[in-house]
């Protein structure tokens, strides 16, 4: 399928990318090459999109969205960058190419990823296109759902779950932390780069918590019951691994109905945007039935 | 020796760096865990001090110096933790007690560098004690000499220097890199934060710059003619690791003379500041002499 928001925001946001990730040549250039392959690497952009839309519902400046989903993208990136390396994942490839660490080694990989998100906030912070104090606020907002109390949090309940059997309450928490936050903080940043008031930035945490919540939910459905082909990557990697999944705890009915209810209420969260979100509502629904 | 600056900002970085770093209790208590016990690993804290220092020379408000000297603590911590991982420097020792990754293995290691450095920027963009453009560019001052630009570029251009035998000119970006990068954002932010105008910003990046320099100086001086008893650490490993120093490249008095004259401009650069620098005179002295 095909959806505005997707279509006409991704080649905004490698655009952006693009840009805010050129430097000029120098002694340290291997680091700078890394950055540019793993942000390269690609993906759908759900985030950065997600930032944009939500700036266009609260009437904000397309400019001022675009640096912060850059941004965003670049804390989304290096994420995924140490996720891989050998003392955590240990994952060889990421989207059909070899990881960073396999292509530039564990410590040019390492830099990289620090590299990228200490430029995610230079990014942000040179933002001109809003007044300081939406600009501020939305670093702290990215910082902090980055953060110790958020993604990385997330990363930590994730590790020390390994080999055990951890229950709904844990396991929705890691959930929360390691998926949702990241999503949220896109929504979030998107009104208040917009300046919009409280009621729309909790309705914007609301949807991104509830997308974020379906979304992992729908990927641990999938990863048991589709074929490698309709998934385009090998299936049945979380049952191998023994990992804890909603499908292990809830039973395939029970995830698919909690992964309804989730998207019900990302859905019904909207409600509060004057602006047209058909397009946002059609995404969400595809995003979490993966149709995308 | 003991010195005003030191003395009396010391204890209130230890305080703040406790105040922000204090978390509820969490599902990821050892991450937490690993950065306090990093940041807690003390050293002298010269970058906050200066930070302060710089923000009194301006007639700034201590509370918002305070908060960006902790932040700016939190992310050389983060560098250190990083530097000493098995894929990096691989130092099992830090300041006389088990690296990050020794005690709490690497993957938590990685984990507590990255929230470090993400909880910097929280701090940074939480200060409200300060006007936001005063906020917003510190902080793009910090990330900008924190980043592939700035410090981790330095960290890049030392691994890639490793038994290799490199000029003059590398060395000095590879030391104006690591070093000097994280010293002069101290200073020009103890500015920025205080509202000063660009003719001191300059004075003050001037200033960090030049004491960064003669400070690596006089390390690799001291590497090579101190007793382990005097500088209280193994001496004579830069030789031994046959790692590229001023002194192998200028000779004893050759590094001599180039610490003493980076240490006049770090002096001279002082003049702009109508506020009394005699303390910060004293320790650049002291600082450049190592007689700390």
């Known amino acids: 399928m095909t959806n505005r928001i997707i279509d006409d925001y991704k080649p905004l ?4 990318l693009a840009k805010y990730l050129s430097f000029e040549p120098s002694l340290y250039d291997t680091v700078v090459e890394a950055m540019n392959y793993s942000v390269a690497g ?4 759900i985030r950065p999109c997600l930032l944009l839309e939500f700036s266009r519902l609260c009437g904000g400046n397309r400019a001022a969205a675009l640096q912060m989903a850059a941004a965003l993208e670049m804390i989304h990136t290096y994420s995924l960058i140490h996720d891989d390396l050998p003392a955590m994942d240990n994952d060889d490839m990421r989207r059909g190419k070899p990881s960073c660490h396999i292509k530039f080694g564990e410590d040019i990989a390492i830099l990289a990823g620090d590299a990228l998100l200490t430029h995610a906030f230079y990014t942000a912070a040179s933002c001109s296109a809003a007044p300081a104090d939406a600009v501020q606020k939305s670093i702290k907002i990215m910082a902090e759902y980055a953060g110790a109390t958020g993604m990385v949090g997330g990363q930590v309940i994730d590790l020390q779950s390994e080999n055990k059997t951890i229950n709904l309450e844990i396991l929705t928490t890691l959930c929360e932390l390691k998926t949702s936050r990241l999503i949220e903080t896109a929504c979030v940043v998107g009104c208040l780069i917009a300046g919009a008031d409280e009621a729309h930035q909790k309705a914007a945490f609301r949807y991104g918590h509830n997308l974020g919540m379906a979304f992992q939910i729908v990927d641990d459905i999938l990863d048991a019951t589709a074929t490698a082909e309709t998934l385009g990557k ?3 990697s979380d049952k191998e691994n023994h990992k804890n999944t909603f499908l292990t705890l809830l039973g ?8 309804h209810d989730y998207t019900n209420e990302a859905l019904s969260a909207l409600e509060v945007f004057r602006e047209d979100t058909t397009d946002l509502k059609e995404l969400t629904r595809a995003l979490c039935s993966r149709r995308f």
Request: glycine share 22%; proline share 5%.
């Open 252 to 259: 395939l009915e029970g995830a698919k109905k909690a992964a």
């Open 234 to 236: 090998p299936v049945g």
């Open 42 to 45: 690609g993906g759908k952009r």
């Open 13 to 16: 946001v490698e655009k952006a």
